[in-house]
Every structure is written in structure tokens, then in C-alpha cells.
């Protein structure tokens, strides 16, 4: 009887752990999905929980190179995707699709600060990219492999006027959550035949503003709100 017990109360346990799903990654182009999950051998290289590298991937014609997507978790709570290369090696216009995604952030949240930099390579005259950052109270896990669960908090577009061309900035939105949450990330980059992307990462990063701290917070929204995203040589348009 003491064993049963003991097992149901360990069982118990486990059932009230908050849920948390592997890291996920996916890439998508010309109707090929690639998805790759944290510790999944086959594609993962990094080995080391909340981290997933991909080496070299190729999705539709698209060459995607060094992909490392992260997550942690505590009183700041972060999701990251950058890689170093994304390359249309096709010979006509391509939309290569990023989404990262992770479950379990470790609430309480009152804000989300969503940011994102990248470089365009001979991308003059292509259409709008865009950057989108989603959060989702339910906890429900994105990419896997388009899905993007819960409220979009900020999304912000924009294109090559010149030859390179870089865009950088970061936003805070408020997102409350009392209980674990899940955070998903996602990128429509417009490519040109022979375009290219370098330098790219997107991150969410969520936490709870000390009091001391909500003043500049909501000063902040304000500035925000009237400078937008910038970029190194023009804005971008939200």
C-alpha cells in the first residue's frame, strides 16, 4: 500500500508540471516544409538542451546556413532565431519561411520585448519581408511546422531601397500571462533570384518590470509608438 502511495503521489506530480514540448524549428519554401526538433539527432547538431543548431539545410531551393534557434526560462523568459545565411539559389523570386517556437515560459508576464535585425544582399526591387512574434497564453505549441498559436504582438515589414541593406530595432508589447505560456516567432522573407539574407535573428524576451521600473515603461510605449523600428537607412513601415 505504501508503494501504490508512493507512485501516485509522483504520478500526481507529473500531472501538475506545467507542459512543456521540445523547442521546435521549421523552414519553408516553394511548398517544402524542413522542421527539426531540440535533441532530434537527425537534424539537430548542438546536443545541449534549449539549443538547436542546424549546419546546413536547403528547403525548396532556398540555402539555409547555421541556424541556431535558443529558449530559456525563469524570471526572464527568451526565444531567439538568428542564422547567418539565407539564400534564394533558385532562378526565379522565392518566400522563405522561418518560425521558432517553445512552450512552458514561466510566468507571471506583463510585457514582451520583440526585436529583430537582419541584412539584405542584391534584394533591390523584391517585395515586403516581415517580421511576426506571436505569444499564446494556452501554452499551445507553434511551428510544428506553421502553426503560430495565440495573439500576434507586433509585426513589422519593410524592403531593400539599396544594395546592402540592414534593418534593425526592437518594440515592447504588453502580453499578461498567470500561468506557462509559449512563445513563437516567425519571418516571410521576400528573395529575389540570387538574394540573400545575412545576419538575421529575431528574439523575443518577456519578464515581470520591477515597480520602480513601470514609469519608464510607460513613457517608453509612448516614444515607441512615435519612433517605431528603425533602420540604418530608412524606417520600416508597420
Do not use: Y
Request: charged share 10%; aromatic share 8%.
Amino acid at each position: 500500500m505504501r508503494t501504490s502511495a508512493f507512485f501516485s503521489v509522483i504520478a500526481a506530480c507529473i500531472a501538475a508540471a506545467p507542459a512543456h514540448a521540445a523547442l521546435q524549428l521549421s523552414i519553408g519554401a516553394n511548398g517544402s516544409v524542413f522542421t527539426c526538433a531540440d535533441g532530434e539527432l537527425s537534424c539537430d547538431q548542438s546536443g545541449g538542451a534549449n539549443n538547436l543548431l542546424t549546419v546546413d539545410t536547403t528547403v525548396g531551393g532556398a540555402f539555409v546556413q547555421l541556424t541556431l534557434t535558443q529558449s530559456a526560462f525563469g524570471k526572464v523568459n527568451e526565444l531567439q532565431l538568428s542564422s547567418s545565411n539565407i539564400e534564394n539559389t533558385t532562378g526565379v523570386p522565392l518566400t522563405v519561411t522561418l518560425l521558432a517556437s517553445d512552450t512552458g515560459f514561466v510566468a507571471p508576464v506583463r510585457f514582451i520585448e520583440n526585436s529583430g535585425s537582419l541584412t539584405f544582399n542584391a534584394n533591390v526591387g523584391a517585395p515586403n519581408s516581415t517580421l511576426s512574434f506571436f505569444a499564446d497564453a494556452l501554452n499551445r505549441q507553434g511551428a510544428n511546422p506553421t502553426n503560430t498559436p495565440g495573439s500576434l504582438l507586433d509585426s513589422v515589414s519593410g524592403h531593400a531601397a539599396t544594395d546592402p541593406d540592414s534593418f534593425s530595432g526592437s518594440r515592447l508589447a504588453v502580453f499578461d500571462a498567470s500561468a506557462p505560456f509559449s512563445m513563437t516567432e516567425g519571418a516571410r522573407l521576400a528573395l529575389r533570384s540570387g538574394g540573400s539574407v545575412t545576419g538575421f535573428n529575431q528574439a523575443m524576451q518577456s519578464g515581470v518590470p520591477e515597480p520602480s521600473t513601470w514609469a519608464m515603461l510607460v513613457s517608453g510605449f509612448g516614444l515607441l509608438a512615435l519612433t517605431g523600428w528603425r533602420r540604418t537607412k530608412s524606417r520600416l513601415s508597420l
